[in-house]
């Protein structure tokens, strides 16, 4: 049984840096992509960050690309998403996620998220101005 848990979420300010940690449990390599999504309060839950499990590649949501950058740990188990320049649009409850689709495209399309079947209790970020 796969388990996902989130940290580093917390109250910043515009500006501001922020890395976030998730502790996969289980094979990693079972999964195509692993990456971050992403809910606001009334909104979809949205994927904003992916990697390749096999080859390492990455992609971004639009609005974060380069502010975020997703990275793994396949040692430790570990997926890492170090978010800079943040802003209060990026306030949310950030989940990581694993997907067995390989491509990335797909992992940060809108919808996708209903495909997810496995998630963690995600972890706050809260962005002042």
């Known amino acids: 049984q796969v388990q996902l848990v989130e940290s580093g979420g917390t109250l910043v300010q515009s500006g501001d840096s922020l890395q976030l940690s998730c502790k996969f449990s289980?094979?990693?390599?079972?999964?195509?992509?692993i990456g971050w999504f992403r809910q606001a309060p009334g909104k979809e839950r949205e994927g904003v960050s992916c990697?390749?499990?096999?080859?390492?590649?990455?992609d971004y949501k639009d609005s974060v690309k380069g502010r975020f950058t997703v990275s793994t740990d396949k040692g430790t188990n570990m997926v890492f998403q170090q978010m800079n320049n943040l802003k209060p649009e990026d306030t949310a409850t950030y989940y990581c996620?694993?997907?067995?689709?390989?491509?990335?495209?797909?992992?940060?399309?809108?919808?996708?998220?209903?495909?997810?079947?496995?998630w963690g209790q995600g972890t706050q970020v809260t962005v002042s101005s």
């Open positions: 996620a694993p997907a067995f689709d390989t491509s990335c495209h797909w992992y940060l399309s809108p919808g996708s998220n209903q495909y997810i079947s496995i």
């Open positions: 990697i390749s499990i096999e080859s390492g590649a990455t």
């Open positions: 289980g094979n990693m390599a079972d999964y195509g992509n």
